[in-house]
């Protein structure tokens, strides 16, 4: 297992995912960020708080819960339902899906549809910490931490201390290395 | 998870993840559009050989509210009237493309014959006086969402337990998650074996109901004999009826249940029957996501 990321690296990298969504939108103003579970939600939480240290404006998080949309139902376990927690209105807002890896993109299909559940915003944009290529859908990302060239065979393991304990983005080689 | 057929066997884990995933469904049900496309393609068919509105109407607002389709099938006029046995009807509806059945039934233990029969999965829906599981989870979904948890609550289930599937569902749920239940009754309407039951009895309401955080009234059956084993109506709301007197010796917190339909002026008095701590309607309402979760479990993974 190899580390790519350190906890300084993360920190310093949404905090440039935090000024180029500012750039991106000219300001906070009518942004929501949507945490997709797990890691996804203390990302969105810890991008908030870097852009009101910025901009001095709190920008609202939720959590959005996409096992219910997905399209691999049946292929799996049964995944457990989560809980979907957006407290304000989606509509005509700038949603900003927060995710920690992504990969084939199906997760993000997903969330385009569990959003467009609650109300049409006025764009969906999306945030990762790590590109490790390999989509299967045409989906790509606006603000990226890292871009990790991956063989498919490898594992990405991003930890963060509100869920692991620690901070730090890992590669395990798979079968076949 | 194959199929749900009784509490009996339950564990707590895997009572406690369905809980959780009901808490999910009742926000999705919250949601502008209540309505998720977790199961689409899946089809649900209600095999309801006894009459049955609220249960067969909860199980189809769950089953559409996750995308699924419903078929649904009632004795009367169909195919059962011409004498066609349990075995033929459920092989026809799973030959239509079912991919679960809900079976209520009279008889004590069809719904185990129909999953040896079907290769689809089958949810309990009431069989007999034996087993209602769906109906056990959503009182324990409601009491835990009143008041916590069920951990170490004394809750007393009241009345016609005998003829009683949902008082053997909840016998064996509510301990399996923590609570210590006791069973108030008069001996003719207690079952006759209840060795092995987690619970506890006592025919003396008065004495127990200022113990109790949960009182769980059942509906007295008079259309399964409940009425012949007491002398009156009358005497049965003097020693057993949750009347205003009683209500009012309750702990300031406790909750009143009660699975619908209500007899009021009988099992419950009217004014405590509209009390904002008689959680009938949130139960009904509850009902919804749990047997959500019940459908996802069994139709959402692997081979559904």
Known sequence: ?177 | MQHLLSTEQMGRSEAESLLDDADGFLEVLDRPIPKVPALRGRTVATLFFEPSTRTRMSFERAAKALSADTLSFSPSGSSVSKGESLKDTVLTVQAMGADLAVVRHKAVGAPWRVAEWAQMRVVNGGDGAHQHPTQALLDALTIRRSLGGLDGLRIGIIGDIRYSRVARSNCFLFPTLGADVTLIAPPTLLPVDTEGWPVRHSSDLDAEIGSLDVVYLLRVQTERGGASVFPSLSEYVRRYGLTQRRFGMLKDEAVVLHPGPMNRGVEVSDVVADDPRCLVLDQVANGVAVRMAVLFRLLGGTSG
């Open chain 1, 1 to 177: 297992m190899r580390q790519v990321m350190e906890p300084s690296d993360i920190t310093r990298a949404l905090r440039r995912i935090a000024h180029e969504i500012i750039e991106g939108n000219k300001g906070v103003d009518d942004l929501v960020l949507l945490g997709i579970p797990t890691r996804g939600v203390p990302l969105a939480e810890r991008l908030a708080g870097v852009l009101e240290a910025i901009e001095g404006v709190a920008v609202p998080t939720g959590i959005l819960d996409v096992a219910l949309y997905r399209d691999d139902v049946g292929r799996n376990p049964t995944p457990n339902v989560g809980s979907t927690e957006v407290s304000t209105s989606v509509e005509d807002k700038t949603v900003v899906l927060v995710d920690d890896v992504l990969y084939t993109g199906r997760t993000i299909r997903s969330a385009l549809d569990a959003v467009t559940d609650l109300g049409r915003p006025a764009r969906i944009q999306l945030a990762v910490l790590i590109d490790r290529g390999h989509r299967e859908l045409p989906i790509r990302a606006d603000y990226v931490g890292r871009n990790l060239p991956t063989a498919l065979a490898q594992r990405v393991t991003v930890r963060v201390v509100e869920t692991d304990g620690d901070d730090g983005v890992f590669i395990e080689q798979g079968e076949g290395f």
